[in-house]
Nanobody, 124 residues
């Protein structure tokens, strides 16, 4: 059984940087594409970033391109989301997700496993 545990969320100020981590356990990490999603109060869950199982391709939502970077450290079974130049609109609960196979997806419905989420709050 796959388990995902996010960490690193906290209260920061606009313009700050923050790195989120997601620890993967239970199966072979490199068999899964990984994604980050977020959900703000009163809003739908939205795609943030994704990475293929070997880290050869990455994808980003337009709202975070140039500011966020997704990466994975396969030896540690961990995926990261480096967030720079944070804005108040980035405030949300951030979730990591795992999808069986090489291809990523923008749709959360296509992911097989989810973490519990970590809160990121960006003040003005």
């Amino acid at each position: 059984q796959v388990q995902l545990v996010e960490s690193g969320g906290e209260l920061v100020q606009a313009g700050d940087s923050l790195r989120l981590s997601c620890a993967f356990s239970g199966r072979t990490f490199t068999n899964y594409a990984m994604g980050w999603f977020r959900q703000a109060p009163g809003k739908e869950r939205e795609f943030v970033a994704a990475i293929t199982w070997s880290g050869d391709n990455t994808y980003y939502a337009d709202s975070v391109k140039g500011r966020f970077t997704i990466s994975r450290h396969n030896a540690k079974n961990t995926v990261f989301l480096q967030m720079n130049s944070l804005k108040p609109d980035d405030t949300a609960v951030y979730y990591c997700a795992a999808k069986v196979g090489y291809r990523t997806s923008y749709s959360g419905a296509e992911y097989d496993y989810w973490g519990q989420g970590t809160q990121v709050t960006v003040s003005s």
